[in-house]
């Protein structure tokens, strides 16, 4: 009987606490910054967590060294190339069968979550969701984890804004936060982890929800960095000024990866639906993709997930032509055929990757062009790095900060920026969506950002 009493006593003053917590809450925007800090340090900690997993499971499965990133290694175990995407595959392929069995309706991501639901995200989903993207980047599918990041962190931050009852406007912003603090950590590059929050998952810039977003994008950081480095971290010490000759062969270079960008959107669909064909089970589908993957990674393994060690192994080093062209192809063949078939991950660190090694090539060609006219390669890299990266993931000014956290240099970030934004106008006008909303828009949904417009269906529903 003492016992009874003794928990009603602890739930009704849990309550009153929980019921204080929200009034302060909404009395006034200050205290969502340590509710901010809280999500950053929590993202933080879960992003080191996985990657620390999937590294271990790159180890365990190809049998490579523990500080040695799978697409930075020489060579890779044919038959292991093969079998582990393969079997990855099936395993998420009976996942999704079952899903579809049981009925159980798809996750939703951040962006959808704001633009559609008020921010609301369910952290079951989120975790189920991060889980396969952690088995497709452990066994070698050409997905990045970032997706499974943001995913986890903007699902903690949803959950936390649900339990205290935040406004809708609050819970957008809070799961923004939980996203920006993702990518910072990933990065360690609190300042792109900003932006990206306020490019691509809030849509909007405002004074209001700068404190916060920043808060947890700085918590974020900093606990990644204290738990054993962000797994992302890109720095480049070294990097030589810019003159003005060179602006316009680097803005022709963000027209080159603005088309290759809208061509690689426009071919997702296509592979989908090479892979949606009636006669193909549904829980085949990513085994065969795997195999394929793991094909062309007996030709390179810089292939191989989400190609971090490739490209910093690639910014310093010179190689030919050829070769740079065959990992291009390589790499986006590879990441379309990963997603199509039905691994989870983003295309957010191979965009980087892929565009670094479009640039390389760019100023390599360049330099045998006989033109008068010589682009340093590194500059290149870092411009064809963030062009394309706004091509398909978004975020001119995301894109911009993190070369600016990756160089330190204001030189080349000027020149970076002017290209990002001629890669988002032309994106903007000839295509007109991003990765994201692309797959959003293929499903039936019309929105371009992350701009809340679930407010009218529940206004006219």
Not at 107 to 119: C, F, S, Y
Not at 231 to 238: A, D, F, G, Q
Request: net charge positive; aromatic share 6%.
């Amino acid at each position: 009987m003492l016992s009874r009493v003794t928990n009603v006593i602890d739930r009704r003053s849990s309550n009153r606490v929980l019921t204080r917590l929200r009034a302060l809450l909404r009395s006034n925007e200050f205290y969502l910054i340590p509710l901010a800090l809280v999500v950053g340090i929590m993202a933080g900690a879960i992003v080191t967590l996985m990657s620390e997993i999937a590294q271990i499971a790159h180890v365990l499965i190809f049998g490579i060294p523990i500080d040695v990133r799978l697409s930075a290694n020489a060579y890779v175990n044919p038959v292991v190339a093969l079998i582990a995407p393969a079997a990855g595959g099936l395993l998420l392929g009976i996942m999704e069968w079952s899903r579809r069995r049981m009925k159980i309706s798809s996750a939703v991501d951040p962006i959808e979550a704001n633009a559609l639901r008020g921010g609301r995200l369910s952290l079951r989903d989120s975790v189920v969701v991060s889980g396969q993207t952690l088995i497709s980047n452990g066994c070698g599918a050409s997905v990045g984890l970032e997706a499974g990041y943001t995913q986890i962190g903007s699902g903690a931050a949803s959950l936390l804004g649900q339990v205290l009852n935040l406004r809708r406007n609050d819970l957008r912003l809070i799961v923004g936060c939980g996203a920006a603090a993702a990518i910072a950590a990933a990065f360690g590059a609190p300042i792109t982890g900003a932006f990206y929050a306020c490019e691509l998952i809030v849509g909007v810039y405002s004074v209001g929800s700068a404190a916060p977003i920043l808060a947890a994008s700085l918590a974020g950081a900093l606990t990644a960095q204290y738990l054993g480095g962000a797994p992302y971290s890109l720095e480049v010490p070294r990097v030589s000024s810019v003159g003005l000759e060179q602006y316009l062969a680097l803005i022709v270079l963000s027209l080159i990866t603005a088309g290759i960008g809208i061509a690689v959107m426009r071919s997702s669909s296509l592979f989908e639906r090479l892979f949606a064909q009636s006669w193909l089970p549904l829980w085949i589908r990513p085994a065969i993709g795997g195999v394929c993957v793991g094909a062309m990674a007996i030709i390179t393994p810089q292939v191989l997930a989400a190609g971090h060690g490739a490209m910093v192994l690639n910014l310093h080093r010179e190689m030919a032509t050829g070769f740079i062209a065959t990992v291009i192809v390589l790499k986006l063949g590879a990441c379309l055929i990963s997603l199509a078939s039905g691994f989870r991950g983003g295309l957010f660190f191979a965009s980087l990757f892929v565009g670094s090694m479009i640039g390389k090539l760019f100023a390599a060609l360049l330099a045998m062009s006989g033109f008068d006219l010589a682009v340093d390669s590194l500059v290149a890299m870092l411009t064809g790095m963030a062009t394309l990266g706004v091509a398909i993931v978004g975020g001119p000014l995301t894109m911009s900060f993190l070369v600016l956290e990756m160089t330190r240099s204001v030189d080349v970030t000027a020149v970076v920026l002017a290209g990002c934004i001629v890669t988002s106008i032309c994106v903007r006008f000839m295509f007109g969506h991003s990765f994201s909303t692309w797959c959003l828009h293929l499903r039936g949904e019309t929105i371009r950002s992350a701009n809340d417009v679930g407010w009218l269906p529940n206004l006219t529903g």
